[in-house]
C-alpha cells in the first residue's frame, strides 16, 4: 500500500498570503495519478486537482499542482477568505489511498 | 450533471448490519463507476471499495474484506454499500463518489453511529 504523508499538518496564514501543501509518497505514484480535494466542515470533499496538476472544473486558477514520482505540491497562489479548509490528497495509481489531511487556518 | 444522493443516517448496535444507499441522477450505472469513502469524527478519508456495475467488477480496501459488500442496481440507478459486524469504531460518514479514478461529484454523505 502507498501511503501519503501531508504536511503541515496545519498551516496558519493570512487571507492574500501563498499557500504551499506538501504530499510525499512512501513510493512512486505511478502516471502521476494524484488527485486534491478541499473539505470544508459539514461538506463532502470537492475535487481540485487530478493527474497531479489539472484542475478540475470550476476551480479557479488560483489552486495549482505540481510534482511527479514521491513528491506533490498543491499551491494556492493568494487565500481567499473560502480557502480556508481541510486538504487531502490521493493517489489512484496502485489501488486507492488518502493522505492524512492538511488544515488551512485563518492566523 | 451527475448527482449523488444518499440515504439518511443510521443508528445501529454492534454486531449488526447497515446498508447505505447512493442513487445517482444525471447518468445512468452503466456508465459509471461509484467509490465508497468514509470518514470517522475528526478524522481523515478512507476509501472502503467501488464497483463498475456494467462489468460487475467489485473491489474492496483489504481491511473491509469478508465485512463489506457493494452492489448496484442499474434498473434504479442506486449503488450500496452493506457493512456487516459493526463495531463501535465503524461510526463514521459514509460517502459515495463517482469514481474516474478521482472522485467526482461525492454524495452528501451518510451518518451510520453504532452505538448499544
Known amino acids: 500500500e502507498i501511503v501519503l504523508t501531508q504536511s503541515p499538518g496545519t498551516l496558519s496564514l493570512s487571507p492574500g498570503e501563498r499557500a504551499t501543501l506538501s504530499c510525499r509518497a512512501s513510493q512512486s505514484v505511478s502516471s502521476n495519478y494524484l488527485a486534491w480535494y478541499q473539505q470544508k466542515p459539514g461538506q463532502a470533499p470537492r475535487l481540485l486537482i487530478h493527474g497531479a496538476s489539472s484542475r478540475a472544473t470550476g476551480i479557479p486558477d488560483r489552486f495549482s499542482g505540481s510534482g511527479s514520482g514521491t513528491d506533490f505540491t498543491l499551491t494556492i497562489s493568494r487565500l481567499e477568505p473560502e480557502d480556508f479548509a481541510v486538504y487531502y490528497c490521493?493517489?489512484?495509481?496502485?489501488?486507492?489511498?488518502f493522505g492524512g489531511g492538511t488544515k488551512v487556518e485563518i492566523k | 450533471q451527475v448527482q449523488l444522493v444518499q440515504s439518511g443516517a443510521e443508528v445501529r448496535k454492534p454486531g449488526s448490519s447497515v446498508k447505505v444507499s447512493c442513487k445517482v441522477s444525471?447518468?445512468?450505472?452503466?456508465?459509471?463507476?461509484i467509490a465508497w469513502v468514509r470518514q470517522a469524527p475528526g478524522q481523515g478519508l478512507e476509501w472502503m471499495g467501488g464497483?463498475?456495475?456494467?462489468?460487475?467488477?467489485?473491489s474492496y480496501a483489504p481491511r473491509f474484506q469478508g465485512r463489506l459488500t457493494i452492489t448496484a442496481d442499474e434498473s434504479t440507478t442506486t449503488a450500496y454499500m452493506e457493512l456487516r459486524s459493526l463495531r463501535f469504531d465503524d461510526t463514521a460518514i459514509y460517502y459515495c463518489?463517482?469514481?474516474?479514478?478521482?472522485?467526482?461529484?461525492w454524495g452528501q454523505g451518510s451518518l451510520v453511529t453504532v452505538s448499544s
Open positions: 463518489a463517482t469514481d474516474m479514478a478521482w472522485f467526482d461529484p
Open positions: 444525471g447518468g445512468t450505472l452503466s456508465n459509471l463507476a
Open positions: 490521493q493517489q489512484y495509481g496502485s489501488s486507492v489511498t
Open positions: 464497483i463498475v456495475a456494467v462489468f460487475g467488477a467489485v
